[in-house]
């Protein structure tokens, strides 16, 4: 049966907040499978939190440096696009060439 309308039956179940623990299961009725399909098709917008550009689409993003373990932002695109013209800078600069074929 849905989880927010008892009274109908389930025709999704929708995988929510995953981590070491586990996952959020959501039961959906067709009409909340369809809401929460559209809200997360929707855009995020909002402030970037590496450039503080307000109103931009964003994607979370950890920052490899930090770790797994540390913090989720929010970042634009042209933020992320630079982060990863810096992480292949990176990886041809300290890469073992020896093995590329």
């Not at 025709?11 to 039961?27: C, H, K, L, P």
């Not at 590496?50 to 695109?77: L, N, T």
Request: proline residues 6%.
């Amino acid at each position: 049966m849905c989880d927010e309308h008892p009274d109908r039956p389930a025709v999704a179940r929708i995988q929510g907040e995953t981590d070491s623990f586990g996952s959020e299961m959501y039961d959906c009725c067709a009409e909340c499978a369809a809401a929460m399909r559209a809200e997360l098709r929707a855009p995020d917008l909002g402030r970037c939190d590496w450039c503080d550009a307000e109103d931009v689409q964003r994607r979370p993003q950890r920052d490899y440096d930090e770790g797994m373990c540390g913090p989720v932002y929010y970042v634009c695109e042209p933020c992320r696009s630079r982060y990863d013209k810096r992480l292949e800078q990176e990886e041809r600069a300290y890469s073992n060439h020896y093995f590329d074929d």
